[in-house]
Each structure stands twice: as structure tokens, then as C-alpha cells.
């Protein structure tokens, strides 16, 4: 599965952004997908993670209540809604898939998309 992310940019502090994440390939829903992000200078880390039936979410705790994963089947695209931005969201998001299941770890999974930079000012 190839994968394509899009969507970031600069905001202000308490604003909001919407990644997409488009996949192209097959049987895009045998795939859990999940968002990880890099700020400068720091290890990539893990932000959210759904399911291959979107039923199942995770979020890192520094993000929920704050972020939403979803996914569109129709779209082959997974998405993550970003409210309440904080500085400390600056980073290079990357969306990730694997076969089947879902993890927290970024060495679980296979395939990577190219990075979307977002950038919060205070």
C-alpha cells in the first residue's frame, strides 16, 4: 500500500487542522492506519491509531480529547481531525499502515507515508 499525506500548515494556538491520508493499493481495509509525529530534534512517537473496522481507536494521552482518527472507506483515506492546537504539536506527522491489527510502536509498521508538517504558533 502506497500512502500520501497531506493537509498541514501553520495555525495559531487553539486552532484546528485536518490530515488526510490517502491510500492506494488494495484492500485498504485490512489495513490498521495510524498517525505518528516528529518534532524537531525528538524520536518519532505515536499520536492515534483505528482499526482495520474503524471500531477501535487509540490516542497518546498528550492528544486525546483533542484529536480524532477516522477513516473513510470509500476514500481509501484515513483522517485525523486536530482541535485545540498547542505549540507543542509542531511536528512532521506521518501516517503508517500494517496488516490487520494495530500498534503504538513505530516499528510495527510497514508502510509510511511522506509527512505533513504542522506548525502551531503561540
Known amino acids: 500500500v502506497q500512502l500520501q499525506a497531506y493537509g498541514g500548515g501553520l495555525v495559531q494556538a487553539g486552532g484546528s487542522l485536518r490530515l488526510s491520508c490517502a491510500a492506494s493499493?488494495?484492500?485498504?481495509?485490512?489495513?490498521?492506519m495510524g498517525w505518528f509525529r516528529q518534532a524537531p530534534g525528538k524520536e518519532r512517537e505515536f499520536v492515534a491509531v483505528i482499526s482495520m473496522s474503524g471500531l477501535s481507536t487509540a490516542y497518546a494521552d498528550s492528544v486525546k480529547d483533542r484529536f480524532t482518527i477516522s477513516r473513510d472507506y470509500a476514500k481509501n483515506t484515513v483522517y485525523l481531525q486536530m482541535n485545540s492546537l498547542l505549540p507543542e504539536d509542531t511536528a512532521v506527522y506521518y501516517c503508517?499502515?500494517?496488516?490487520?491489527?494495530?500498534?503504538?510502536?513505530?516499528?510495527?509498521?510497514?508502510?509510511w507515508g511522506q509527512g505533513t508538517e504542522v506548525t502551531v504558533s503561540s
Open positions: 493499493g488494495r484492500s485498504f481495509s485490512n489495513y490498521g
Open positions: 503508517a499502515a500494517r496488516l490487520y491489527t494495530i500498534k503504538t510502536s513505530t516499528d510495527a509498521y510497514n508502510y
